[in-house]
């Protein structure tokens, strides 16, 4: 089994290729803006502002002119909670899965080793822990247990992110991913029972 570093602050990023590569050595919370994306996506801001408040967040973004300005975004609007800004080295170059390199000819996160990406988390201060990957928690692991696919499901998911502390305007699928980054198999199996133990208990 794979060993882990785990960071407890969720780590912003700014595209899905830094989060495939983040998400090869490190276990936690990565949520990425989908570039300018995150100046519309107003569920992703909401999500972003509750990890500052609860967790706290790691800003990760490329290190060129875009970068920066998606780094300014966010910090504009999470007016409360902690922010940690880490930034990644200029290392000039181009991305494998590229034809050419970007505008300013940067490596982003994506494309820098792990100990790069590492070293600059480590000079931002962010603590790290050692952990091993568990089994995931599945979609069909909420069709199950009633968070999809019933009458009253709508319902038991919002009881579910109740309890976990999180917004209930999360999509099932952001709800998936941040289940996953949140608990293993045997926390969420205890927490999903509780909660549909209550549910049953409500619908009586």
């Known amino acids: 089994m794979k060993t882990l570093i785990h960071i407890e602050q969720a780590i912003i990023v700014e595209g899905k290729y830094d989060k495939i590569r983040l998400k090869s050595f490190i276990n936690g919370v990565i949520l990425p803006t989908n570039g300018f994306g995150i100046f519309r996506d107003k569920e992703k801001c ?3 502002r509750h990890y500052a408040k609860t967790t706290g967040i790691i800003i990760l973004t490329d290190s060129d ?3 920066f300005k998606i780094r300014s975004y966010i910090k ?3 007016s409360d909670g902690k922010i940690v800004n880490a930034y990644i080295p200029d290392v000039f170059g ?3 899965r590229k034809l050419k390199p970007s505008k300013e000819e940067k490596l982003g996160v994506e494309g820098l080793s792990a100990d790069i990406i ?3 988390l480590k000079k931002a201060g962010v ?3 050692q952990n091993e990957r568990t089994e995931s928690i599945s979609k069909m692991d909420l069709y199950e247990d009633g968070f999809i696919g019933l009458n009253n499901s709508s319902s038991r998911r919002k009881m579910l992110l109740k309890r976990l502390g999180l917004p209930e305007l999360l999509t099932t699928a952001s709800m998936l991913e941040v289940l996953n980054s949140m608990l293993d198999k ?3 199996r205890k927490i999903a029972d509780e909660v ?3 549910a049953l208990v409500e619908s009586e």
């Open 76 to 78: 504009g609007f999470v």
């Open 127 to 129: 603590l790290f822990s």
């Open 196 to 198: 549909i133990s209550e």
């Open 118 to 120: 590492t070293d600059s």
């Open 65 to 67: 002119t875009a970068g």
């Open 46 to 48: 909401a999500l972003i």
């Open 186 to 188: 045997d926390e969420y």
């Open 94 to 96: 181009k991305e494998k």
